[in-house]
Structure formats: structure tokens, C-alpha cells
């Protein structure tokens, strides 16, 4: 990652030496004067990724500096890219739903440290506890996909489910993978727990819950759950490449369920709206927030089952969002998501005022590494400092 970084904000300086005002430091209200450089670094991203289409949105200090894309979102139709293109956002999708378990808890109609079973009367008593805390922190036990999930629940497949108890049957008679709170160990399973638990302490369907609660109060009117049979303004598709590396499109999946784990429609505008209103406080009370930021562990150092690497960068979850620093100490909350052929990457510096979210709509792109150094371009302008 840091050698792309390093190669991409260098080639962003050398864009940046051809332009009139190079030797002057982009102002955070003058970022959009460098859209050009923006758009063609969504184009490298485009040419070295193969993917048919990449967008992004980007906000510094309240205000949207870039919004748009390169390529195309349809290659059926040839529809361009843009800033406004719907696509599944995968597990930011968690993001977005702790947000609901965490005004639940705001209002003291849960807490965290109770076991899911208060709640989820259903889902079977494991050999020690489970809590909500474990679910949002990957500490469950409880297990992420495997190939059964497919072959007998037809997740891949166009099977819907009304009925999330129903959904929760292809895992929650499973052994726990180890202990509750014993490793790490990402579960978007886990995960779709998220569901259940709002749907009976707010007494509201979940999809009600989220649009009245998170995404109408700020905005995010292109937002909603990812049903194949509506009709959706702006609905991108997701690429794969086959066996023979020939692009096609990815294979038909209907996310009911899980639409708390992976099955959010949005845009990059829209979730830079999520973003700034968790930075203003206007969906969790600062309290509420830096609990939600609490850094329980490094997620490296507590991974089930993973072999010790060279000490590379620390990330640290949070209540489902991971935390990190960038090369200069930059604190930074952001989350990835992947389904269907395409990824998304959102990113947020609260206290630099810089948020970035991007999308392509290929499932092999390394999102993360190309959201960051994004991210970087923009934080070396506003706030000039010499790299570490």
C-alpha cells in the first residue's frame, strides 16, 4: 500500500507542476479547481484495475469538492459513471446499521453487554454467551460464508426471504468457529444479527427504521435496500472476470438476507453525508460516538488463525468501523464493502475536515489502498506538511 501511495502522490505532484497555481496550496474551497487531476487519477485507477467504471465524492470541511467518475456503470447500455451511480456498497452496509443499535442504546433500550438471545429468542445458546458488543466487534464465534451457504441457502441464487428469522437458519445452529471474545474473526453473519435486534427493540421494520432514523435526517435520498425488483434511478452493475479473464457480468444474488452485513444500495455523495453528520453530531451524541471509534484491539493481532507478518500497520477495531493513522498520525474511521461485482471504500478524517468515498464496479480492485491515497492527495493540499 505504501508504495502505491508513494508512486500516486508523486505522480499527483508532477499533474499538480503543470498547472498556473501549482506553487500555491489548494485552499479546501478550491479543491475543485483540480478536479481534471482528480479525474484522471479515477482513470489510472480505471486502466490498472480493469474495472468498467470507478466514482467518487469528496468533502472538505462541509463542502463537496469532486463528485464523479470515469467509465461506465452499465456496459450493457454504455451509462457513464458518475457521483450520483447507485451501487451496492457491501459491508459498509454494517457501518451504516450500528449506527441504528447505538441510538437504540442512546435511548437506553439496550445495551451493549447484553446477550443476543434477549432479543433474538430464536438463535440457539452457544457454549458461552454472546453479546451485542462481540457481534459488533467480529468476537462472536460466530462463522462468515462458506460454500454451503450456496449450495443448500442459495444465497447466490434468486432466493428471497421476507422473514429474517428465516434468513438466520443457515448459520445459527453452527458451532461456534472458537470462544466469544477469544479472537477475531469477521462475520458479516454476525453481522445480519444487526437486523433482528433493531427490528424488535424499535418495533419498526429495518429498512423503516434506517429511513426515518439515519438517512432521511441527513439526506441520503438515494439510499435503500438492495431489492432486485425496484426500479432504482441511477443503478450501476457489477463486473466480474471469468475463468478466461473476459469481463461478465456478476452472477445474480439477492441480498435479503443480508441486507444489515451487505445489502445497502448507495451513492458516494450519500455516504459522505453519513460521514459528515457522525462528524456534527447529528445522528449520535459525541459520546456515543467515541465509543463507537473505541479502539478495542488491533484486528492483526487478534485475527483467528492468522500467521504473524512483519509488523505491518496497526488497524484497530472499532463498533464494526476500523480505525486507523496515515503516515503523518492522522486518525482516520473508515469501512470497505464487496458484493456483486463491485467495491466500495468510505473514509472520513474528522478532524482534518476531509472525507472520501469511492466506487468501482469490479470485485478484485484493491479499494482501500486507491481511497486512501486518494484521500492523501487532497489532505497534502489542504494541510502541507513534508511526509514522514
Do not use: C
Amino acid at each position: 500500500m505504501i508504495k502505491i501511495y508513494t508512486f500516486l502522490l508523486l505522480s499527483f505532484y508532477s499533474i499538480l507542476s503543470t498547472h498556473p497555481t501549482a506553487a500555491q496550496r489548494i485552499r479546501p474551497e478550491k479543491v475543485q479547481e483540480y478536479n481534471p487531476v482528480i479525474q484522471n487519477y479515477l482513470q489510472r485507477i480505471a486502466n490498472e484495475s480493469g474495472a468498467p467504471g470507478v466514482s467518487a465524492a469528496i468533502l472538505v470541511n462541509g463542502n463537496l469538492a469532486y463528485s464523479g467518475g470515469v467509465g461506465f456503470s452499465d456496459l450493457d447500455n454504455q451509462i457513464r459513471q458518475h457521483g450520483k451511480t447507485v451501487h451496492n456498497i457491501g459491508s459498509i452496509s454494517k457501518a451504516v446499521t450500528v449506527i441504528g443499535i447505538l441510538q437504540l442504546e442512546e435511548r437506553g433500550l439496550l445495551k451493549l453487554d447484553d446477550e443476543i438471545q434477549k432479543y433474538l429468542p430464536y438463535f440457539p445458546k452457544k457454549e458461552k454467551p454472546i453479546t451485542i458488543r462481540q457481534i459488533l466487534t467480529h468476537t462472536s464465534g460466530i462463522r462468515h460464508y462458506n460454500q454451503r451457504d450456496n449450495e443448500e441457502y442459495g444465497t447466490k441464487k434468486m432466493r428471497h426471504y421476507d422473514n429474517f428469522e428465516e434468513a438466520t437458519k443457515m448459520f445459527r445452529d453452527d458451532p461456534l468457529v472458537f470462544s466469544p471474545g477469544e479472537y477475531y474473526n469477521y462475520s458479516s453473519f454476525s453481522s445480519n444479527l444487526i437486523q433482528g435486534i433493531i427490528e424488535k427493540v424499535s418495533g419498526e421494520p429495518f429498512e423503516a427504521y434506517l429511513k426515518k432514523h439515519i438517512w432521511e435526517p441527513v439526506g441520503m435520498l438515494a439510499t435503500s435496500f438492495d431489492v432486485p425488483s425496484r426500479i432504482v434511478a441511477h443503478r450501476g452493475k457489477g463486473y466480474i472476470r471469468d475463468e478466461k479473464g473476459i469481463l461478465v457480468n456478476a452472477p445474480y444474488e439477492d441480498v435479503s438476507y443480508k441486507y444489515a452485513g451487505g445489502g445497502i444500495l448507495s451513492t458516494p455523495e450519500d455516504l459522505l453525508k453519513l460521514a459528515q453528520a457522525l462528524n456534527e453530531g447529528i445522528l449520535l451524541k459525541p459520546v456515543t460516538l467515541d465509543k463507537m471509534y473505541f479502539k478495542h484491539f488491533n484486528i492483526r493481532d487478534r485475527q483467528f488463525g492468522a500467521k504473524k507478518t512483519d509488523n505491518p500497520p496497526p488497524i484497530w477495531q472499532g463498533l464494526i468501523w476500523q480505525v486507523g493513522k496515515d503516515v503523518m498520525g492522522r486518525t482516520w474511521y473508515g469501512h470497505s464493502g464487496t458484493v456483486k461485482g463491485t467495491r466500495s471504500y468510505l473514509i472520513n478524517f474528522p478532524s482534518e475536515g476531509v472525507i472520501v468515498a469511492m466506487q468501482a464496479n469490479i470485485g478484485s480492485i484493491p479499494i482501500d489502498e486507491y481511497t486512501q491515497t486518494l484521500a492523501q492527495m487532497i489532505l497534502a493540499e489542504i494541510n502541507p506538511k513534508k511526509l514522514k
